[in-house]
């Protein structure tokens, strides 16, 4: 199995930008198809984007598309979410994840078998 743990969140002011990274040990995130979720206080976990795991296919939420991109290092074993033009509404907390399962980039939070602890990404006005 792999183990994954997020980084890069803090505090910024709405429009500025972040970019989030997922470094993984234990297996090659190219084993993996990979996606990045968040989730706000009293919301359910939504889903922001995904990437497959031999192709290197994307497929971004609607709500931030043109905002978000997903992409990935194999040498560096990593998975990143370079975040722009960022809104109060994108607090949450950040959590990347890598499907053993499927190999194309899904949006559904069960195929994902791995998970990370989190990063809080908080946006002021």
């Known amino acids: 199995q792999v183990q994954l743990v997020e980084s890069g969140g803090g505090l910024v002011q709405a429009g500025g930008s972040l970019r989030l990274s997922c470094a993984a040990s234990?297996?090659?995130?190219?084993?993996?198809?990979m996606g990045w979720f968040r989730q706000a206080p009293g919301k359910e976990r939504e889903f922001l984007a995904a990437i497959s795991r031999s192709s290197g296919l994307r497929k971004t939420a609607d709500s931030v598309k043109g905002r978000f991109t997903i992409s990935r290092d194999n040498a560096k074993n990593t998975l990143f979410l370079q975040m722009n033009s960022l809104l109060p509404e994108d607090t949450a907390v950040y959590y990347c994840a890598a499907s053993a399962r499927v190999t194309y980039a899904t949006d559904r939070s069960l195929q994902y078998d791995f998970w990370g602890q989190g990063t809080q990404v908080t946006v002021s006005s």
């Open positions: 234990g297996r090659t995130v190219s084993a993996y198809a």
